[in-house]
């Protein structure tokens, strides 16, 4: 089970910190990502962490304005984003993937979160 936190409405240049708790299974060894979804639109890639944060993978949209970061001590993986724009507006889920290798597709991931929305108002 993921359970994702943080979301709000922010203005844009605002900072939010999203967090995801990982319980029942073995998520320490996962590979985690966030994905978001805007109104109308598909849902996209935005970052993942190997098990380990040896590796981060990135959207361009998302590259130098936000870090994902996990903590397998707590199950917890976050997402900090920082200068935030209007089309960062969408709800974030969180995924995992049981795999190793970076995916950025949807359909890669077994398990999801609920969401969490995040509106940035300009």
């Known amino acids: 089970q993921l359970q994702a936190s943080g979301g709000g409405l922010v203005q844009a240049g605002d900072s939010l910190r999203l967090s995801c708790a990982a319980s029942?299974?073995?998520?320490?060894?996962?590979?985690l990502g966030w994905f978001r979804q805007a109104p109308g639109r598909e849902r996209e890639f935005v970052a993942a962490i190997t098990w380990n944060g040896g590796y981060r993978a990135y959207t361009d949209s998302a590259k130098g304005r936000f870090t994902i970061s996990r903590d397998n001590a707590k199950n917890t993986v976050y997402l900090q984003m920082n200068s935030l724009k209007p089309e960062d507006t969408a709800v974030y889920f969180c995924a995992a993937r049981a795999q190793s290798d970076v995916q950025r597709f949807v359909n890669s991931y077994q398990y999801w979160g609920q969401g969490t929305l995040v509106t940035v108002s300009s």
């Open positions: 029942g299974r073995p998520f320490s060894s996962y590979l």
